[in-house]
């Protein structure tokens, strides 16, 4: 036999290994963020217009890595940084599923089931290469029944700024009629639980809470709205690694850092706190999930979490030619902790590059004021949240956020398509750069 067709047999026999073991989750390098594998994704925003059907509305897909069945945790955030629902999905070996919010705004929750609850595979069939196993944890729970009236109405209270039945008649955002806004997280679980990340017992140091360190979720989400073009980009991949000093050390910065009291049990890396993206003025959304710092709880309706708004240390703005701008030349009412521009004040938002000007000499919050044409934009998230006190103890001024941007392609019949995706990130929040041209 040659050493040609010795070298094809073997990597045919480690392919066929390969596929039949399943995809293992294995400890990744600490902070980077990358497209990988991980045990919690983030939709660092989404929108749904409650009253128009062809309005805006936001999907993603949840897929999983491995062959093995698991179960994943999605937990619906306001855009305040509070969790306000929370349900399991089951996912055979290589399944996806489809979540629309529209959909679970309406009380349509995914059904899903594993071996245990769907004996007649037809809930959640599995593949011939896929794993279907039972959770008796999900009995029960597994397939999820169509939400009441009331939670539905709840749900939506919520998400859109007024009190809701489900918050107790508090608040979990500012007010938006008729548009629900907010971010989500999924995470590798290991029973069908109905606690939320910030209630003891969800994690454990080690994946030894409710959540697990399985580095085997991946997926990506879409804006739709009306006929316009679909934007869309990979959820954020957030690695554990309970081994990694930089994941597993008390007092650094690590993703749940807020509600695990910044002591590590969670083991995911944190994401970045600098980045560089380009723009075009009035036509570049920039996408921005911000960490407050703190285990945001509801609140009393009109009134707003002390951290608000949320500030930056710097942004620069440059044009073409590199001419540089810093917009800090005005005051903001209220005035935050770090006075200027606040483009992005609460934890989850879609904010245009170039809207907004100073009234009166005053900059309104969440304004975005751009003076050159285009160009790009260096942004330096960090921030001191005095609500926080002095968290996280490594550093507290580091403050970790995602951001990416999205801008439509125009031809002469209207937008044709779009380009943008994550922003570039110059840091990661384990390591942060107080740095600001």
């Known amino acids: 036999m040659s050493k040609k067709k010795r070298w094809v ?78 349900f399991n999905v089951y996912l055979t070996g290589y399944d996806r599923e489809t979540i629309n919010m529209r959909g679970i ?40 029944a169509q939400l009441s009236a009331g939670d539905v109405a709840a749900l939506q209270a919520a998400l859109t700024g007024a009190s809701s039945a489900m918050l107790g008649g508090k608040c979990a955002g500012r007010e938006s009629p008729g548009t629900a806004r907010g971010f989500v997280t999924i995470d590798t679980v290991n029973n069908c639980t109905l606690r939320l990340p910030g209630d003891p017992g969800y994690f454990g140091a080690g994946g030894t809470g409710d959540a697990t360190n399985q580095n085997v979720l991946w997926g990506d989400f879409a804006y739709a709205n009306g006929n316009a073009p679909i934007q869309g980009a990979p959820l954020v991949a957030i690695p554990a690694n309970a081994t990694d000093p930089l994941t597993s050390t008390s007092g650094g910065y690590t993703f749940y850092g807020r509600l695990v009291d910044w002591n590590a049990s969670d083991n995911r890396q944190p994401l970045a706190t600098n980045f560089a993206a380009r723009y075009v003025r009035g036509i570049t959304e920039a996408i921005a999930w911000r960490d407050p710092k703190v285990a945001q709880q509801p609140f009393t309706c009109g009134t707003l979490p002390e951290w608000y708004p949320l500030g930056e240390e710097g942004i620069v703005i440059f044009d073409q030619q590199e001419h540089p701008e810093v917009p800090t030349t005005y005051p903001v009412a209220p005035q935050p902790p770090n006075p200027g521009l606040v483009p992005f004040p609460v934890a989850a938002q879609m904010t245009l590059v170039g809207q907004g000007q100073a009234v009166n000499g005053v900059l309104p919050i969440g304004a975005f004021p751009v003076s050159f044409t285009s160009g790009w934009i260096y942004y330096n998230l960090n921030t001191t949240v005095i609500a926080a ?49």
């Open 105 to 144: 705004l309406q009380g349509a929750l995914p059904q899903t089931a594993s071996a245990g609850q769907d004996n007649v595979d037809q809930i959640s069939p599995k593949g011939p290469l896929s794993q279907d196993i039972n959770f008796a944890s999900c009995t029960g729970t597994l397939p999820p």
């Open 9 to 86: 047999l073997a990597a045919i026999a480690v392919t066929v290994c390969l596929l039949s073991r399943g995809l293992q989750a294995q400890p990744v390098a600490i902070g980077t963020v990358r497209e990988e594998p991980a045990a919690t994704l983030l939709l660092p925003y989404f929108e749904v217009d409650l009253g128009n059907p062809a309005g805006r509305l936001t999907r993603f897909w949840i897929n999983n890595a491995s062959a093995t069945a698991i179960l994943a945790h999605v937990t619906i955030w306001s855009e305040m940084a509070v969790p306000v629902f929370a």
């Open 389 to 437: 006190g002095s968290n996280p103890p490594a550093d507290p001024a580091a403050s970790q956020a995602w951001l990416m941007t999205m801008r439509s392609v125009v031809g002469s019949a209207g937008p044709i398509g779009l380009v943008g995706g994550p922003a570039t990130q110059l840091d990661s929040a384990a390591t942060p750069v107080h740095f600001i041209p």
